[in-house]
């Protein structure tokens, strides 16, 4: 059964003047525990994609399902501290906190607070092998490790959709192997589905599937 599904899903901008069409006609769905792919040439739309189903932004058109729940886009703001977890192409740490700290503060803004909070960012970063790093500010951690307290974060709570913009984009060869390897086996030990936006084709070798999106459509 899908977790997220998106249907009919179009999106245009306009500047007044002109009005562009992004994205046209998508429908799309993904499993709990499932990993998929999402690949596409710059401009091909892909961005805006994932940040409707982020609940970001919202479509011209179309609905959105999460957790077998229309999307009400009154209530996008709850659904992303509920339901999603997001991991950018840049970092986005706050470089006043440590590792674990800035997993904490995720959990703060989630609602999650005390010793709760403290408890749960402790386990995530264990989880993705910054243990002995945790009370390191980002300035004192490699690209590699700040990915992952970026994946940590992502991680926090109970949010059982993940999704990542070019997650590997700032990382070489090796790291990027080894932060899919570990999206890979967190993905499917905890059961969430994610969906990673990307020009790297070493994310195929941890995808159940691979979607490709041209000129704002899927396409086989």
Do not use: W
Request: hydrophobic share 45%; charged share 25%.
């Amino acid at each position: 059964m899908s977790i997220l599904k998106a249907q009919h899903i179009e999106k245009s901008f306009s500047d007044g003047r002109e009005t562009v069409a992004v994205l046209n006609g998508i429908d799309f769905a993904v499993g709990r525990g499932e990993i998929v792919a999402l690949e596409g040439p710059s401009g091909s739309g892909k961005t805006t994609f994932l940040s409707i189903l982020g609940c970001i932004l919202t479509p011209t058109s179309g609905d959105l399902v999460i957790e077998g729940e229309k999307v009400n886009p009154q209530h996008l703001s709850a659904i992303r501290k509920k339901s999603l977890g997001f991991v950018f192409q840049q970092f986005n740490l706050f470089p006043a906190l440590s590792a674990v700290e800035n997993v904490e503060y995720a959990l703060n803004v989630k609602g999650i607070r005390g010793r709760n909070a403290t408890v749960e960012a402790e386990r995530v970063i264990e989880a993705v092998g910054l243990g002995d790093r945790k009370h390191f500010l980002p300035r004192d951690l490699s690209g590699g490790q700040k990915q992952r307290v970026a994946i940590a974060r992502a991680l926090a709570g109970t949010a059982p959709i993940l999704l990542a913009d070019e997650p590997t984009a700032n990382l070489d060869s090796q790291v990027g192997m080894q932060v899919l390897e570990m999206f890979r086996g967190l993905a499917k030990e905890e059961n969430r589905a994610l969906v990673i936006v990307t020009h790297d084709p070493k994310v195929r070798t941890i995808a159940d599937r691979v979607v490709k999106i041209h000129d704002g459509r899927l396409v086989a």
